[in-house]
């Protein structure tokens, strides 16, 4: 993206008061999908936020496609307190979540279990 004085925020930084320019993260497009998924996340019947932060995760990946895969791996790198019981509430919703998905913490998997959100 071409840096343009649109595409820059201004900060202030500190007790210095000079502006300090910096880089939108996301197109206009993006942090209104951005926006939305996280309205749908936030609009789901969710127990908790490890089940949240699931949700989100696989809303991301699924935001192309339809379906979202997902690892042992990667759920394991979110450190949840009960990963179970977070890929359990999901499935209370409806989506579908591949049993290879928790076939033991953190192991790397040849084919991901897969999650697809409202399914």
């Given at each position: 993206?071409?840096?343009?004085?649109?595409?820059?925020?201004?900060?202030?930084?500190?007790?210095?008061?000079?502006?300090q320019q910096l880089p939108f993260l996301l197109t206009t497009q993006q942090g209104e999908a951005a926006r939305s998924l996280l309205s749908y996340v936030a609009s789901l019947d969710l127990p908790g936020p490890e089940a949240q932060l699931v949700a989100v995760v696989v809303a991301i990946r699924a935001a192309r496609g339809g379906v979202?895969?997902?690892?042992?791996?990667?759920?394991?790198?979110?450190?949840?307190?009960?990963?179970?019981?977070?890929?359990?509430?999901?499935r209370g919703l409806g989506w579908e979540v591949n049993d290879a998905l928790l076939d033991g913490p953190g192991r790397p998997r040849r084919r991901g279990g897969e999650a697809a959100p409202g399914r």
């Open positions: 993206m071409p840096k343009t004085e649109s595409s820059f925020s201004e900060v202030r930084s500190g007790s210095i008061g000079e502006p979202g895969n997902i690892t042992g791996m990667d759920l394991s790198a979110l450190r949840l307190g009960d990963a179970r019981g977070a890929v359990d509430a999901l």
